[in-house]
Structures are given as structure tokens and as C-alpha cells.
């Protein structure tokens, strides 16, 4: 008899749970809601944009590998041929060390990256957009000293990501205002 009742209830829950998720749904389409990346025309969507965009090279090691993640994001598959855009970045790297011991020595680190873009037109040279990125990642410093160089690795490597992450979603965000007010002319 219990296990009548239990699958009833969890049915019951089950029903609940789905009735808001139906609701926001609906509504979402009756706003206008549409998926950034959609690809709603023929000559292609915001990924299509996203893709004509050449990222320019970022001096120092620091900066090759927020290219590399731009390029991982912005143009997964390869350079585009004929680039309408040039997407011009500079970071900058702060560390502050955190947690003094009594012996004046730090146990943490954190990496403050700090990041300008401008994306230009590259039959016009304009800049059309720029912004600024902003991340705080941190690791530890430990005793052994492979350790904590290995952890400041992976710790510039997810703030570089982070801003990368960013840094694509504005200028996405940026081709699907372009869009929009595109189809409202």
C-alpha cells in the first residue's frame, strides 16, 4: 500500500514540476525570446558574424593563450577566409598575495586579469564596439614549490578563460543588437 502512494506523490511532483516549466515556455515565446546563437535566416545567424571576426595577436605569453581561447570561441572552425572585423585585445595581469603568515611569507595568491577590446570594421577601419572584461581567479602556494607553480598555471589558464568567455558573449551580444534593429528598418 505505501508504494501505491509513494508513486502517486511522485507522480503528483512530478506533474507540478512541469507546469512552470510549460508556463515560462510559452512565455518566453510569446516575448519574443530567441536563442543567441539561433540561426533564423538564410545568409546565417549570429554565429555567422561571430565567425567573420579575426582575432588580432596579443602580445606576450599571457595574451597568446586568451587568443587561443578566443579563437576556441569566436572561430571553432579555423580563421575565416575573409574576415569582416578584427577584434583587437589587450590584458593586464595582477597578482596580490593574500593570507600572510608570521614569517611574512603568503599562502595564497590571486590573479586579477583585466582585459580592454574593440572590435573594428575592416573595410572601414571604425571600431563599431568596445568594452572591457574583468576576472579574479587564485590558488594556493604550498611547499612544494612544483605544486603552487602548477596551480598558478591552472589558475591563469581559468581566468584567461573566463575572460575569453566574456569577451565572446559581448560580441555576440553585440551582433544580435545589430541584428535586431537590422530587421526593424
Do not use: H, W
Not at 539561433?38 to 586568451?66: E, F, K, N, W, Y
Not at 569582416?84 to 611569507?105: C, H, N, P, S, Y
Not at 568596445?130 to 614549490?145: C, F, H, K
Not at 589558475?155 to 553585440?174: F, K, P, T
Amino acid at each position: 500500500m505505501d508504494g501505491v502512494k509513494f508513486r502517486t506523490t511522485r507522480c503528483r511532483v512530478a506533474v507540478a514540476g512541469s507546469i512552470p516549466a510549460t508556463v515560462l515556455a510559452m512565455g518566453l515565446a510569446g516575448c519574443g525570446f530567441e536563442p543567441l546563437y539561433a540561426d533564423r535566416t538564410a545568409r546565417g545567424g549570429v554565429s555567422t558574424d561571430v565567425a567573420s571576426v579575426r582575432i588580432a595577436p596579443i602580445p606576450d605569453r599571457t595574451g597568446q593563450i586568451l587568443r587561443n581561447e578566443l579563437i576556441d570561441r569566436l572561430n571553432p572552425s579555423g580563421a575565416p577566409a575573409d574576415p569582416r572585423f578584427t577584434l583587437d585585445v589587450r590584458v593586464a595581469v595582477a597578482k596580490l598575495e593574500l593570507g600572510i603568515r608570521k614569517d611574512e611569507t603568503a599562502t595564497r595568491t590571486s590573479l586579477r586579469f583585466r582585459s580592454t577590446f574593440r572590435l573594428r570594421d575592416r573595410s572601414s577601419n571604425a571600431i563599431v564596439f568596445s568594452s572591457r572584461a574583468g576576472a579574479v581567479t587564485s590558488y594556493n602556494i604550498v611547499d612544494s614549490e612544483y605544486a603552487t607553480i602548477a596551480s598558478e598555471r591552472a589558475a591563469r589558464r581559468r581566468g584567461l578563460a573566463l575572460i575569453a568567455d566574456s569577451i565572446a558573449l559581448r560580441v555576440a551580444a553585440y551582433f544580435n543588437r545589430l541584428r535586431s534593429l537590422r530587421r526593424r528598418q
